[in-house]
């Protein structure tokens, strides 16, 4: 009986869902933008991108008097710009074993490494959220330290369904030897498996190696320079598409220290600028917390013009703080200056997005396969190299990641 050979079809079938099965931190995050594309007969091209708007906010009117309110929506974008892939050598003998000892040799190995490199990408967006606990360097070490995550959520009313938190290797260990008084079987089994560590106070916690490090600027503690730095909504959109994403802006800053250096993701307050629920505008007993949205250099003076987020609005139905800083205002970072460290981070789903589309199917590609699968497309190509008389076959995948609403989420610590 002749061999029968697998074909294109059948191994992108089974490539699109282990890679599904393979994914953690994206996973776990909001994956329904594929639908705001649209549909396309042969597929999308990198750099393809979609608005998408943002709902209003309003604040409760106090007696009989109607106060009619603007209705102002916010934008954001996510574009596909991320275009992964992996290229094998499936042999004719490859080809002739059941798609389950394939998957198991060749294709299962390559989606982990895929998978890996999506799930890096979501946990890059670490850098969007400026809600920053615990204590930099710490290993998650009590169930205490774990709760301050789900404190501040709490205090910025974030809803509790949908609710994950990614931690470190060695977060992870800290979190479970803390809770070894406890019987816990996901510890053990799913830990090992998947990376999900269980559900802990609502919240669905997992392991990844792919929780990034950030590396802080050479900056130091520095002042705001300048009076009436607050901005108001209209204005933030106003601004342009680089920051009314994020509902950023410019902030001026001195004594950063000659040449001192801010790095993306950089979280710093500033003095009595305190926080407030975004939702009933309640001034909160904290203070504000800001990230730096691009790297920025002091000048030879110390003084930056530095993107950050959120913007600072002291009033009305988007106010992000309860007063606008005075000049000379004391700017402190959380962390010390070039200095590494773990970003666990604990979010609602809604606060990051992962957007998988299709990609084009090329002219004058034979044979060429699109599977789609639960939100993933994944796109298989085999082709000859003549030159070296080897059959190669190439499997690529287009995505972007979004950090959507970066109020939904926080950077946690022990």
Request: aromatic share 8%; hydrophobic share 40%; proline share 4%.
């Amino acid at each position: 009986m002749a061999n029968q050979f697998l074909t294109a079809n059948v191994i992108a079938k089974a490539a699109v869902k282990i890679l599904d099965n393979e994914l953690v931190a994206a996973s776990k995050v909001f994956r329904g933008y594929e639908n705001e594309f649209g549909s396309t007969v042969n597929g999308y091209e990198k750099g393809s991108s979609v608005t998408i708007k943002k709902p209003p906010q309003f604040v409760v009117r106090d007696g009989d008097v109607a106060a009619p309110q603007d209705i102002t929506e916010g934008t954001t974008s996510v574009t596909v710009d991320k275009k992964k892939g992996i290229d094998l050598k499936i042999t004719s003998t490859d080809r002739t074993l059941s798609i389950g000892e394939l998957s198991e040799r060749v294709i299962k190995p390559a989606m982990i490494t895929l998978a890996n490199q999506v799930d890096q990408d979501v946990m890059s967006l670490y850098s969007s959220v400026p809600s920053w606990v615990g204590t930099p360097g710490t290993t998650m070490g009590s169930y205490a330290g774990f709760l301050r995550g789900t404190t501040r959520l709490n205090n910025g009313s974030v809803p509790k369904d949908s609710r994950f938190c990614m931690l470190s290797p060695d977060d992870e260990s800290g979190l479970a030897a803390a809770q070894s008084t406890f019987y816990n079987d996901k510890l053990v089994a799913d830990a090992y498996r998947d990376g999900a560590v269980g559900r802990i106070a609502q919240v669905d916690t997992y392991m990844s190696q792919n929780v990034p490090v950030h590396v802080t600027g050479t900056r130091s503690n520095g002042t705001v320079a300048g009076a009436n730095q607050g901005v108001t909504y209209t204005q933030v959109l106003a601004n342009g598409v680089a920051v009314k994403d994020f509902g950023g802006q410019i902030l001026n800053m001195a004594g950063l220290g000659a040449a001192g250096t801010l790095a993306k993701g950089d979280v710093f307050t500033i003095a009595g600028v305190f926080a407030v629920n975004h939702v009933t505008k309640q001034v909160l007993p904290y203070l504000r917390q800001f990230t730096v949205l691009n790297a920025a250099v002091a000048d030879g003076s110390g003084a930056a013009a530095v993107n950050i987020a959120p913007a600072i609005i002291a009033t009305g139905a988007f106010a992000t703080v309860s007063a606008v800083p005075a000049n000379g205002a004391v700017v402190s970072w959380v962390g010390a200056a070039n200095t590494p460290y773990v970003q666990n981070i604990m979010a609602h789903k809604s606060a990051f997005a992962l957007t998988c589309v299709p990609l084009v199917k090329p002219d004058g590609a034979v044979s060429c396969e699109r599977e789609s699968y639960k939100g993933l497309s994944v796109r298989l190509i085999p082709y000859y190299d003549g030159t070296n008389d080897v059959s190669n076959w190439r499997l690529d995948i287009l995505y972007g990641v979004k950090a959507v609403d970066p109020r939904l989420a926080t950077r946690i610590n022990g």
